[in-house]
């Protein structure tokens, strides 16, 4: 609403931002490409199904000290976590021992 607000009437950017009530870093914000999003997405499939065991850290260290890509953590995981690739952490199973007599 801020921008159409500069663009049709010609006010300032901070007054426009003051009277629709929104911050002006969130006036300049646009979103990564989702093209991107889509590269990070098939590369994590291709990861995960030739390393099954493999989880998060080392698909996104295989991605990053590997190819070289320098994406941000947090964003890799929320694609992963998206495309529902968590694996399950099996619990530890007991030793049963005989009791000595």
């Known amino acids: ?10 006010t300032g950017i901070s007054l426009a931002c003051r009277t629709f009530g929104v911050s002006q870093t969130c006036y300049r914000y646009s979103r990564k490409l989702n093209a991107e999003n889509e590269q990070i997405a098939d590369l994590l499939i291709g990861l995960t199904r030739a390393n099954k065991t493999w989880g998060f850290g080392l698909c996104f ?12 953590h947090k ?3 929320r694609i992963y976590r998206e495309l529902e690739l ?8 007991r030793l049963k021992r005989d009791k000595p007599d």
């Open 61 to 72: 260290l295989y991605l990053r000290n590997v190819r070289g890509h320098v994406w941000n």
């Open 1 to 10: 609403m801020a921008a159409k607000a500069v663009a049709r009437y010609g």
């Open 75 to 77: 964003r890799v995981y």
């Open 86 to 93: 968590n694996l399950r952490i099996k619990p530890r199973r």
